[in-house]
Structure formats: structure tokens, C-alpha cells
């Protein structure tokens, strides 16, 4: 009687199983506090702070921060960066305001499909010079800012668009701009954060933009389409700035030539803040909102507290290179084992 050697094989119901980061990382868990905190010494020292008058317009300045942030989170994930997201605000503003609304009289779903559009086509430009170009994103990104801020004064033709329509009215700070009290701007920028979680976590597709900033040889080498990845993150990053010129423009009746100015900064900032590792391959949109968040609560305290306006800037600094230094200190941490 012969015996037959049994191989053990895996059962086949055992199911393939994905390390994933935790839902909400430690660093995200510490911006919910000291935004808490905030928070509260505002609500202490200026009363005014805690009501509607003072957080409806802090919630609708982080909407087009939060906005842009998604697409720069993606893009900063891949290891690279766009310093031109101001010039384009300012690109995709004037059209908006001065082409589609002062000039030709046209509606809502027109005007936000002219900007997200106009902020997809440069957004493009940038991507396509990026992943085939082979040249470092800050280079191209910062030549690309000069190119767009020229057509924008070009477009502005050294006057401020005057008597914008309430077209937009319904992104705007206005009482028809919200929807039980809450900004419907900072309502679409929640759902877009969710929907962004979402796919960067648990699809393929997400998955890929850690892998290239990651290592993107390595990502290459595994079959990751590198440069249309590179090519997406960037094209999303632009519509991303179409959507949050039109809340920009929803604001006000009158759009100045410096609008965009400083965006780019604040942005990376609330990125960088919340978290995503500036040399790519970690990061998440949730900690990009609290970021974003965070850095529009301090410069909303320090208007309401009657300081100089450069603290804010300061405390923003600061935050910055606490945040970057953390980083730093995690990256060497991982090496070591």
C-alpha cells in the first residue's frame, strides 16, 4: 500500500487581506484638538466668534481651500507639487466673472461648467508637461503660474470687473447660499472630500497614486500607468480650481486683479498641515479639510482678537514647519526598522 504525500493547500474561502492606514491617523486626531481648543479660547475670549455671522463666512473661505486641496493632496501624494493654482483661480475667475457673467449674461450651470472646464484645460497643460515632459513639478508649475497670471491681467485689461451679477448666488455667503445654515459650498466640498476618501482608500486606482509617490520606479516596474496617473492628478487639480473659482466669484459683486494672490500658499499649507508627507507616498484628504480648516480658524481669531494680520501668517509658519518636522521625524523612524 503506497502513500501519497498531502500538500496543505490554503483553504479557498481564505480571503486576500489589505493593510490599510487607520481611518483617521493620529496626526488628523490632533488637529480635531487643537481646532477644538480653538474653538472654544475664541468662543471665551470673543463671543461673536461662536455665532452665525462669524462661522457661516469661515466655513465658506475653507470650501475653495478645501476644494483645491483634494486635487493638491493627489498631486503631492505622487511626490510632486503645483505652485500655479493661484494664477489659475485668477485665470478662471475673470472669465467667469467678466466673459460668462458681466458680459454675456449667462447662467449658473454655464458659468460652473465654463470654470471647471477653463481649470480642467490648465490643469492639463501642467499634467501633460509633467509626466512627458520629465521635468520637476516645481519648475514647470512655477513657469506655468507667470504664463497664467499674464492672461489673467491680459483678461482683466488693468481694470476690476465691476457689478458681477448674484448669478452664483446659491455658492455665495448669501441667505441663498445655504442650506439649513450651512454654506452650500462647504457642503460640496464635503461630499467631494468623501467621495476622495474614498477612492484613494479603497480602490486600485487610489491605491496607485501612494505607489508612484511611494517609489516610482518600483510602481512602474508593477504595471502603474505612471505618467497617466501623474497626467490625472494634476487634470483634477485644475477642475478642482474651476469649481473653487466659481465660489470665489459667488463672494462678492466686484472681482480685483489680485484675486488668487496667496492661495497657492494657503493650499499647500493646509495639505502639508494635515498631514500628507511633502515627499510623497502618505497623505489624506480628510487631514487636508482639518488643515484647511485650521489655518482659516487662526486667521479668523486673529481679525476678531484686533491683531496685525502678519501673526496669522506667522502662526501658519509655524504650524507648517512643526508639521513638515513630524514628517521628517516618521520618515527616519520607518527607515530605521
Not at 1 to 7: C, D, F, I, K, P
Not at 172 to 192: E, K
Request: proline residues 3%.
Amino acid at each position: 500500500m503506497s502513500t501519497a504525500t498531502v500538500h496543505d493547500q490554503p483553504p479557498t474561502s481564505t480571503k486576500r487581506q489589505r493593510i490599510l492606514a487607520p481611518p483617521v491617523t493620529g496626526q488628523e486626531i490632533v488637529l480635531l484638538g487643537v481646532i477644538a481648543v480653538l474653538w472654544l479660547v475664541l468662543g471665551f475670549t470673543t463671543p461673536a466668534f461662536m455665532s452665525a455671522g462669524s462661522i457661516q463666512p469661515l466655513l465658506g473661505a475653507v470650501a475653495p481651500i478645501a476644494l483645491i486641496g483634494i486635487g493638491m493632496t493627489v498631486v503631492i501624494i505622487t511626490g510632486g507639487i503645483d505652485v500655479s493654482v493661484g494664477a489659475s483661480i485668477a485665470v478662471c475667475s475673470v472669465i467667469i466673472a467678466k466673459l460668462v457673467l458681466v458680459q454675456a449674461g449667462l447662467g449658473l450651470p454655464v458659468a460652473v461648467i465654463t470654470g471647471i472646464v477653463v481649470g480642467g484645460l490648465l490643469g492639463l497643460l501642467n499634467g501633460a508637461l509633467i509626466a512627458y515632459g520629465r521635468v520637476h513639478a516645481i519648475i514647470i508649475t512655477f513657469g506655468t503660474a507667470n504664463l497664467f497670471l499674464w492672461l489673467s491681467l491680459k483678461l482683466f485689461n488693468s481694470s476690476t470687473v465691476n457689478n458681477i451679477p448674484d448669478t452664483l448666488a446659491a455658492l455665495g455667503n448669501g441667505s441663498a447660499g445655504r442650506t439649513a445654515g450651512v454654506p452650500n459650498s462647504f457642503l460640496i466640498t464635503v461630499v467631494l472630500v468623501a467621495l476622495a476618501w474614498v477612492y484613494l482608500r479603497h480602490t486600485a486606482g487610489g491605491r496607485h497614486f501612494y505607489a508612484i509617490g511611494g517609489d516610482q520606479l518600483a510602481a512602474q516596474l508593477a504595471g502603474v500607468k505612471v505618467r497617466q496617473r501623474i497626467l490625472i492628478a494634476y487634470l483634477l487639480t485644475g477642475l478642482l480650481v474651476g469649481l473653487a473659482s466659481c465660489i470665489v466669484v459667488a463672494q462678492g459683486s466686484n472681482l480685483g486683479q489680485n484675486v488668487g494672490t496667496g492661495k497657492e500658499l494657503a493650499v499647500i499649507a493646509a495639505v502639508v498641515i494635515g498631514g500628507t508627507s511633502i515627499t510623497g507616498g502618505r497623505g489624506s484628504v480628510l487631514g487636508t479639510v482639518l488643515g484647511a480648516l485650521l489655518v482659516q480658524t487662526v486667521a479668523s481669531g486673529v481679525t476678531q482678537l484686533g491683531w496685525r494680520s502678519e501673526l496669522s501668517d506667522l502662526f501658519v509658519g509655524v504650524a507648517i514647519i512643526i508639521a513638515v518636522g513630524a514628517d521628517l521625524i516618521r520618515e527616519r523612524a520607518r527607515r530605521k526598522r
